[in-house]
């Protein structure tokens, strides 16, 4: 089954910023719906942005407002996270995943995820 | 906020066992947009169950989902060894989408 992959995490110090990088496959970019997920260490699952097939519909959770932002760029097929401001409490692991609507459909398709550490 | 709390936290089952996982909502999800999801170590998680009942695509049919409101539940039957793994439940009724805690099946 075709999957989305991430890419671009790893060790960050405190106050860094890092973007992730999320690969659709081609067939999967029209029409679909992208979000960003993250699990911290013995933590549930927290939703964090999602963004619309064509870019232009986006939206974050308020626990990442104003540090965290969600983009599409269509001619590599990626949809990244911009992380600024970093503090020890974002190591997790962040996985994107699909969805067919921004709203009432649920996540389809998953990536297995990049860490990301913030540590000095 | 939705907030969902799943029981119970760990079940500890043989292969051939039936098992039933709980997922409660709150306030509640009046559409029944809820999803049931299978985390499993070194996979891409993998949607069983969507709008509480409806099975996912090429998902066997010993997953069933149940419930509406606040109360829901997948019903694992004949629990089979590629079976185990951390079960979550979702609302994707509103924003933000938020998730269960989890239950273990070891």
């Known amino acids: 089954q075709a999957q989305l992959v991430e890419s671009g995490g790893g060790v960050v110090q405190p106050g860094g910023s890092l973007r992730l990088s999320c690969r659709v496959p081609?067939?999967?970019?029209?029409?679909?719906?992208f979000h960003w997920v993250r699990q911290a260490p013995g933590k549930g699952l927290e939703w964090l942005a999602v963004i619309s097939f064509d870019g232009k519909k986006a939206s974050s959770a308020d626990s990442v407002k104003g540090r965290f932002t969600i983009s599409r760029d269509s001619s590599k097929n990626t949809v990244d996270l911009q992380m600024t401001r970093l503090s020890a409490d974002d190591t997790a692991i962040y996985s994107c995943?699909?969805?067919?609507?921004?709203?009432?459909?649920?996540?389809?398709?998953w990536g297995q995820g990049t860490l990301v550490t913030v540590s000095s | 906020e939705v907030v969902l709390t799943q029981s119970p936290d760990t079940l500890s089952l043989s292969p051939g066992e039936s098992a039933t996982l709980f997922c409660r909502a709150s306030p509640p999800v009046t559409s029944n947009y809820l999803a049931w999801y299978q985390f499993k170590p070194g996979q891409a998680p993998r949607l069983l169950v969507y709008a509480a009942t409806s099975r996912a695509f090429e998902i066997p049919d010993r997953f069933s989902g149940s419930g509406s409101g606040t109360s829901f539940s997948l019903t694992i039957s004949r629990v089979e060894p590629e079976d185990f793994g951390v079960f979550y439940c979702q609302q994707y009724e509103g924003t933000p989408r938020t998730f269960g805690q989890g239950t273990r099946v070891e």
């Open positions: 995943a699909k969805s067919s609507t921004m709203a009432t459909s649920p996540f389809d398709h």
């Open positions: 081609s067939f999967m970019s029209q029409y679909s719906v």
